[in-house]
């Protein structure tokens, strides 16, 4: 079992979001990475620790099995680490967070760029993914506009401190440059956001272990 919190990661995945968060606790944290691509988050190991396939999961000392699910994984940093302020400590605040990351995972992430990324998964023949895709970039476009209509004018999205909602929305971002969508064109607020939440340090030294380039301002 392993003694320290693991990560389990692709590049530039929304796992990116997570290890933001684990360097902004600063977290004593390892990482393994899954490369989706090479099929890997299906391999028969893999399966054992997330049998959903999918990245992030969490290992967590002392539980036998690791944390899968974005707002799941948040839910429990923030408890572990309430000093990074990750999220809301209670109340309506922290239900609102969630909601957030709620509407960023399930609509913006597999409602939108899942099949657009791979079309494969929802249609057969490629006519028919292209619609798809069509289908699916409408909707990034609808979760990036819900995203600017909450943002406020400054700071972050919960207020004047970075949060795991922050983390989240600057990933979704950076995944707008594989689509037509001209983030800082049509989203003027998100791509400010974007812009301070690069400028952090845990996102800076999240970057530099994914070896990932600089994408806002």
Known sequence: MKTKLNLYYDRAACSLGVRIALEAAGADYGDTRV??????????????????GRVPALAIPGEADA???????????????????????????????????SILATHVHAAGFGPFF????????????????????????????????????????????????????YVYGRWGAATPIKVAEAFPGMAALMARVEALPQTKAALEKEALPTVAG
């Open 35 to 52: 490369a989706i691509r090479k099929g890997e988050a299906q391999a028969p190991d893999y399966l054992k620790v997330n049998p959903a």
């Open 67 to 101: 944390l899968g699910e974005l707002v799941a994984i948040f839910a429990w940093l923030a408890e572990r680490f309430p000093e990074a302020g990750l999220l809301p400590p209670a109340g309506m605040a922290r239900a609102r967070a969630i909601s957030f990351l």
């Open 118 to 169: 791979r079309p494969q998964r929802f249609a057969s023949g490629e006519e028919a993914q292209k619609d798809v895709q069509a289908q699916s970039l409408a909707t990034v476009a609808d979760g990036y506009r819900q995203i600017e209509a909450r943002l406020p004018a400054d700071g972050f999205a919960l207020g004047a401190a970075p949060s795991a909602v922050d983390y989240m929305i």
